[in-house]
């Protein structure tokens, strides 16, 4: 082999070389802020490890909601109504549009003790809109209806303003 073809060849290598180790460093930065959606059961049963970022999806039980007079801290427990319950920690001011016995979407980890600590707390938008995961778990346990609730749409279209004089 010429001096000249080695060079060709090495070179060649090693920009194969570069461009493996940069897919896979792509692939491992993309995998580790991946985050999963899973429900209340799968979270209560113990199938999601302690520490690893998910969404918690489900329904926000009447009644559950807590936040001691002077604090941030809010405590609720959510649901998918197969009798599995997570109890939510979140500290923040939470969606204006988030009520008990309504659908949530809360993104966090789950603690060793069970408990969800949610950094973010996502509320659903309008009467009609449900998270196509929660509305797919909710129609699979057999709540007839709940699967039919169309996506989110986009945003609400307006008529122009128009300019009054007097």
Do not use: C, W
């Amino acid at each position: 082999m010429t001096p000249r073809k080695r060079k060709r060849l090495i070179g060649v290598g090693l920009i194969v070389a570069g461009v493996g180790v940069a897919a896979a460093l792509v692939l491992q930065a993309y995998q580790s802020n991946m985050t999963f959606f899973h429900s209340p059961e799968e979270v209560a049963s113990g199938v999601v490890e302690p520490g690893r970022p998910i969404r918690l999806g489900g329904l926000v039980v009447n009644d559950s909601f807590r936040r001691p007079a002077g604090s941030m801290e809010a405590r609720f427990v959510v649901t998918d109504n197969t009798g599995s319950q997570v109890t939510v920690s979140y500290t923040g001011v939470l969606p204006d549009l988030f009520q008990e016995g309504q659908g949530v979407v809360a993104e966090g980890e789950v603690t060793p003790e069970g408990l969800f600590v949610a950094s973010e707390v996502l509320a659903k938008h309008d009467e009609n809109y449900m998270s196509p995961q929660v509305a797919k778990m909710l129609e699979e346990q057999g709540h007839p209806g709940q699967g039919d609730m169309p996506p989110a749409a986009g945003p609400a279209k307006t008529a122009p303003a128009t300019l009054v004089r007097d």
